[in-house]
């Protein structure tokens, strides 16, 4: 009977969650469509600005024999360390500098055109998609912070973690017995080799694709940047977080503190911006949370990037599984990092 409930539940979950959804959106119409136009607002002006190039970019570069090329060089260092081949240093080198959701739709375009097995590029997932260096030394760190040391440090430990959680994951699905099996199906010769090189003669052609497939997925982006901006809307004026107050109570976490951080874990820019706001004795509190935020990147990053692998074959569960460690080991490299050296301490 219990088990007959538990079924019937899963079967009615979805519809209630979509249904109130709904009803609020009526319910706080005018803060909906105010919060529906700071979402696009910001897609418009930080987003597109931001990722665009990038798109278009990796798009581009996958018309060259960069990847080849990487892969040859890079191959003596990702295979030890990562258990990836060198081509995936292309993904790697670009979540880096780029920021959510490059490095996740380099990986899938690697499953889609055959650079790496499934296996690999599952590791790839589990920790090439990252926060860029603009957004974190610039936006968190000069802007919400004033500080760029701040935004140093929380660069360095984004990408220490980053690898940490790279070389953890070079045992996902190993098999040392077998590796036959785990890489049925797959061609060691790249798909990107056999395409032509970009040239005078298909600069248009290849051009006027990228073009088309940046669009496409940052048209998908900015939905789910609308939408959360309108999630969080209803959130805030429900005072839906208040239930969590007697949680927050119970461990002795500030309302606003915990409020903010729940925000983040939904949205990552409103909870940073919220939580470096908030006036605490100990500045490296806000920090260590913000590192771990920064690492973990939201359930709308989250969900941006399981609508790019949903195209694919591969599991978003070393995603999910990656970006929580990798908020973990961030917040943890924050906290050792400002009490061993001098030079990142910030507490007054």
């Known amino acids: 009977m219990f088990r007959f409930c538990i079924i019937k539940l899963k079967n009615y979950i979805f519809p209630f969650i979509f249904l109130m959804f709904t009803v609020f959106l009526i319910f706080f119409s005018n803060s909906n469509i105010s919060a529906a136009k700071t979402g696009l607002d910001l897609f418009a002006n930080s987003v597109i600005p931001s990722l665009f190039p990038f798109f278009v970019a990796t798009e581009l570069l996958s018309h060259t024999n960069i990847i080849n090329f990487l892969g040859s060089y890079l191959n003596r260092f990702m295979k030890p360390l990562f258990n990836i081949r060198g081509e995936g240093s292309f993904a790697l080198i670009m979540g880096i500098i780029s920021g959510y959701p490059v490095g996740a739709k380099i990986a899938c375009n ?45 660069l360095i430990t984004h990408i220490l973690a980053a690898l940490t959680v790279g070389i953890i994951f070079r045992f996902w699905k190993c098999n040392f017995f077998n590796r036959k099996k785990l890489n049925r199906g797959f061609d060691n010769t790249s798909a990107y080799s056999s395409n032509p090189n970009v040239s005078l003669s298909n600069l248009g052609g290849i051009l006027g694709e990228s073009i088309t497939n940046s669009i496409s997925t940052l048209l998908t982006i900015g939905g789910f940047v609308v939408l959360f901006s309108v999630i969080i809307s209803i959130l805030q004026n429900s005072h839906f977080l208040n239930l969590f107050a007697f949680v927050f109570k119970a461990f002795n976490i500030p309302f606003d503190v915990g409020s903010s951080t729940l925000l983040g874990m939904i949205e990552i820019t409103n909870g940073i911006s919220s939580i470096s706001a908030i006036a605490l004795k100990k500045i490296s509190i806000n920090i260590i949370i913000i590192a771990f935020l920064l690492g973990f990147g939201g359930i709308s990053v989250m969900l941006q990037v399981w609508s790019i692998v949903s195209k694919t074959d591969l599991s978003i569960k070393p995603y999910v599984l990656g970006k929580i460690l990798h908020g973990l080991f961030a917040a943890t490299y924050a906290f050792i990092f400002m009490h061993i050296f001098p030079f990142f301490y910030f507490d007054l």
Not at 129 to 148: A, D, Q, R, W, Y
Request: charged content about 20%; hydrophobic content about 40%; proline content about 2%.
């Open 110 to 154: 690697f499953r889609k055109n055959n650079v790496c097995s499934k296996e690999e590029c599952e590791r790839l997932l589990s920790f090439t998609n990252n926060s860029g260096p603009l957004f974190i030394v610039g936006t968190v760190g000069i802007t919400m912070f004033k500080s760029s040391t701040i935004g140093i440090l929380l």
